[in-house]
Structures are given as structure tokens and as C-alpha cells.
């Protein structure tokens, strides 16, 4: 199987490097490659890509992904989250190979009570909701083989992420505040390229299970008793590390306005994926707690 990899260096593309490699042969690219194109702002510039190397499957983990930035450069983010995965759904179509794109629970305005499963209408509240949207459309209408998995709250032992930020603050103040009416699920790059991994190789035997599907960690938390979670592990396997907070005071989402405005619910139903594929998604925590035991 020939596979090309998009967006190999962000938080999944590192680990989808790694899963994707038992199924075959992985060209992996970034925005700044130089044998072929991988950079998104040149959907052209994908679309001769894809032509050159002819995929059996293309895996998009490229994206927009600076929340509150999309607010001020809605077209770049356009650019990234709606056209050139658009370009890919073409050229994958063309070649009748398949597309794996990730999208995000911030299609979803956050209003209702129950994780939202992937019949509830979208109805996103940024930017970056919006073109994540639009990209999952330009996939679905193009009529190509494709997988999307929507997922929340992602973060990998590489590179920043709120675990990290929180460890950082606890040693610098005795007190912390964050916020705690948004409700999600921490989710592990590692997990989301796992699965992808074994998604692909399934669709290989039973192509009519492609799709959309709702793809994240089981649980639910607030990013107030993810911080608490963090700190806690922090300070029982590693005594040492001195964490200066005694108290992580609970705020609402308007304590820190930020440009774009998020989902106050954003907990998805995953029964889809766990039936279609036969998966057990672990405890959030579980994952969290393996990436803390590689950072600590
Ligand atoms: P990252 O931001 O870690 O990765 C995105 C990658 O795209 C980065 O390597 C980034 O490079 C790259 N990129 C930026 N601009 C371009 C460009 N012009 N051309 C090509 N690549 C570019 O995101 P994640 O790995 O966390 O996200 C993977 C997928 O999951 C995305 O589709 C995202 O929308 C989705 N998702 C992510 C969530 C999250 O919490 N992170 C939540 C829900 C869904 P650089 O870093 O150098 O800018």
C-alpha cells in the first residue's frame, strides 16, 4: 500500500509516522518538504503531488489549527481547512484512493446536554469550526472513498500543550485559575494515528464503512479537572518537581476572553466507531497519564 502522509510534523502527523508504517510504503510530508509539495496555501502545488505519487490512500493531518488566530486570517484558514483538503477529495477520487481527514468537535456550537453524535447538526461558533466544516463537506461531496474522524482536545508528549502550560504555572504561582464550564475529552495523538491505523486497514476488507465518525478518549472532564488530574499524577510520581500551587480555582469561559468563542459542551458520542470497527477507546486518562510519565 502506497500512503501519503500530510502534515507530518504536528501533534498526530509525528505519531501517525509511526503507526502508518506496518501498512506499506509512507511518503510523509510537511509545508516546507522539498521533494514534493505538502504545503497547504498551494492546493495546486497538493494537487501535482498527489498526480506525482499516486497514492493508494492520503492521510490529512494538516490543518489550521490556531483557534484564535483564524478569527483575523479567515481565508488562510479557509485556504488550509477547506480547499486544499477539498483538492486532495478531487484527486483522491480521481485515483479512487482513499482520504483520511480529521475534523473537530468545534463544528458543534456546544449547546446541547448529551455528547453529540454524528447525525446532530453542526453549527460552529469560530472560524475554525466553520472551515473545518466546509472542509468535511468539499470531502463528503466529492464523492471519494473517504474516513473522517472528528476528535476534541488533542495533545502529544511533543510539543506544547495545556498538560505542559499547567506544570509550568504550578511551579511559577501558588495559585491557578482555569476554566471549568467546557467540557470535553483530552484525547492522545497516539490513539487517534492507533486507530487510524486499523480503521485503514479495515477499509481495505469492507470499503462501505467509510464515513464520518466521532473519534476521541472515553470519559468527559473540564479543562479545570484536567488541570487538577495533571497536578495531582505530577505530585504523586514525582515528589521532587515542586509544584508551588496550592489551589486551582475554578473560573467560567468569560474569566478569559479569547477571540474565538468555544463550545461549551464539546463531548462526542463514539458508539459509531467503537460498532463499525470493533474498538474500545480507553479512559482519558489513561492516555494522559502515559504522556505525563514521558514528559515528567
Ligand atoms: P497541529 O497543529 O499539531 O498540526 C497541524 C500541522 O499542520 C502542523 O504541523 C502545522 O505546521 C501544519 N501546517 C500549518 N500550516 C500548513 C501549511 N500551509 N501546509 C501544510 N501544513 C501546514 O494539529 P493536530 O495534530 O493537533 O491536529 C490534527 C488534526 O486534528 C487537524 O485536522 C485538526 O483540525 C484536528 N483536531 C485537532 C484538535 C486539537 O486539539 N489540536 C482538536 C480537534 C481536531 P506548524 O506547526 O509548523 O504550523
Redesign the pocket.
Known amino acids: 500500500m502506497n500512503i501519503l502522509l ?9 505519531e501517525l509516522q509511526r503507526s502508518l508504517a506496518v501498512l506499506g510504503q509512507v511518503t510523509a ?3 516546507d518538504s522539498s521533494d514534493y509539495c ?5 492546493p495546486e502545488g497538493v494537487r501535482d503531488t498527489v498526480r506525482a505519487l499516486r497514492p493508494d490512500v492520503i492521510v ?7 483557534v484564535d488566530k483564524a478569527e483575523s486570517e479567515p481565508e ?1 484558514a479557509r ?3 477547506a480547499t ?1 483538503p477539498g483538492v486532495l477529495a478531487e484527486e483522491a477520487g480521481r485515483l479512487g484512493a482513499w482520504l483520511v ?6 463544528v458543534f456550537d456546544g449547546s446541547s446536554s448529551n455528547p453529540w453524535r454524528e447525525t446532530d447538526a453542526p453549527a460552529p461558533l469560530s472560524v ?1 469550526g466553520a472551515t ?1 466544516l466546509e472542509g468535511e463537506r468539499a470531502i463528503q461531496q466529492s464523492g471519494c472513498r473517504h474516513l473522517i474522524l ?7 508528549a511533543r ?1 506544547g500543550n495545556f498538560a505542559k502550560t499547567m506544570l509550568r504555572l504550578a511551579q511559577e504561582r501558588e495559585r491557578l485559575t482555569v476554566i471549568d464550564d467546557q467540557w470535553g475529552v483530552p ?1 492522545g ?1 497516539d490513539l ?1 494515528a492507533d486507530i487510524t491505523a486499523h480503521v485503514i486497514r479495515h477499509l481495505q476488507q469492507h470499503p462501505q464503512d467509510g464515513g464520518l465518525y466521532h473519534c476521541a478518549a472515553s470519559g468527559e472532564t473540564t479543562w479545570h479537572a484536567y488541570a487538577e488530574y495533571v497536578l495531582a499524577y505530577a505530585r504523586q510520581t514525582q515528589p521532587a518537581l515542586h509544584l508551588k500551587a496550592t489551589e486551582i480555582a475554578p473560573v467560567p469561559t468569560s474569566a478569559f476572553p479569547t477571540p474565538a468563542q468555544r463550545p461549551h459542551n464539546s463531548r462526542l458520542d463514539t458508539t459509531k466507531l467503537q460498532t463499525a470497527f470493533g474498538l474500545v477507546l480507553p479512559p482519558w486518562q489513561q492516555g494522559v497519564a502515559r504522556m505525563l510519565t514521558e514528559i515528567l
Open positions: 500530510l502534515g507530518k510534523n504536528g501533534q498526530v502527523g509525528w510530508l510537511d509545508f505538502g504545503d497547504f496555501s498551494n490529512n493531518a494538516a490543518a489550521h489549527t490556531a488562510l485556504l488550509l481547512n486544499t481527514h480529521y475534523s473537530t468537535d468545534y475554525y473545518k472528528r476528535t476534541s482536545w488533542v495533545y502529544g510539543g484525547t495523538a487517534l
